[in-house]
Every structure is written in C-alpha cells, then in structure tokens.
C-alpha cells in the first residue's frame, strides 16, 4: 500500500522522477540526493513501511538479495573500495524521510567521509546486565 504524501512512495512508484539505478517488482534503488560518496544510492521499496519494525516480513527478507545485487555492480562499475549499509529506524536514529530505506554507500580510500560512532566502554556487569535482557 502507498501512503499519501510519503515522498518515497512517490519516488518509488515513478510518479516523481528520480535517478534510478535499479527497480524490480518490490524496490526501486535512486541515487541519494545529498550522497555521503560518489555513488550513494537508497532502496526503497515500493510499498510503504514507515520503517523496520513496519516492514513485512517477506519484503523484508527480500532487501539484502536485492542489496547484494546492487553491491555488486557499485564495485564492478564504481571500483570502490568499500561499502558501508546504513538503515536509520526514528528521529532519533537519524531517519528523516519516514518511509524505509537501506543507504548502500560506496566507500573510496580517503574519501574523507565519516559514518561511525563513539564507543563505549561499558563494564563486564554492563555488558552482562544488556545480554541477559536481551536473550531471554
Ligand atoms: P534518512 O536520514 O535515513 O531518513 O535518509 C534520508 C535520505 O534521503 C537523505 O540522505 C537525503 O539526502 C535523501 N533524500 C531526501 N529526499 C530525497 C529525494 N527526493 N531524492 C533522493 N534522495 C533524497
Ligand atoms: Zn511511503
């Protein structure tokens, strides 16, 4: 199902124009307007989930083939180097436009672009506290 005025259900619909570099029945993959790096492009599917926890199942476990396609032909045609998968789920994550989408970033030797985090340095207690609460 599409959601009005989902920008992306547009997008990956067609009915807004946009730099395609693949589409199938479920995804259409568009080059990211403010690219991390030469090549940044986003897979959307053409259904529209707000975000992961949205996403059915089957289309999800749809995304990674479709994504492997992709990285292929971004190493191939692009010669990068790397290639970092980045998926924000909320504001506070990062994600802006509140339709899912995977950024497949090429990465080049000193691109000079940075997609990290701070570590932390939890303790043993911490790190066994957090394993319990989330295996059981
Ligand atoms: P996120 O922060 O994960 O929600 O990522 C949204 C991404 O969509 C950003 O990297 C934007 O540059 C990109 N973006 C937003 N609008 C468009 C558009 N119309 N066409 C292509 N990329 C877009
Ligand atoms: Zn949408």
């Known amino acids: 199902m599409k959601k009005d005025n989902c920008i992306f259900c547009k997008i990956a619909n067609g009915e807004i124009p946009s730099k395609t570099i693949y589409e199938d029945e479920h995804f259409r993959v568009i080059l990211d307007l403010g690219p991390a790096a030469r090549g940044h492009a986003l897979l959307i599917p053409k259904e529209h989930a707000d975000n992961l926890y949205e996403l059915p199942a089957e289309l999800a476990a749809e ?12 190493r ?21 436009v509140m339709h899912f989408h995977l950024h497949m970033i090429p990465r080049y030797e000193n691109d000079g672009q940075q997609i990290n985090w701070i570590p ?5 207690e911490e790190l066994e506290a957090v394993m319990r609460q989330l295996a059981e």
């Open 120 to 124: 932390g340095e939890p303790s043993e």
């Open 76 to 96: 191939q045609k692009l010669q990068c180097d790397g290639l970092n998968l980045v998926q924000n789920n909320g504001e506070t994550a990062g994600q802006t």
């Open 63 to 74: 995304v990674l083939p479709a994504a492997k396609k992709i990285a292929a032909k971004m």
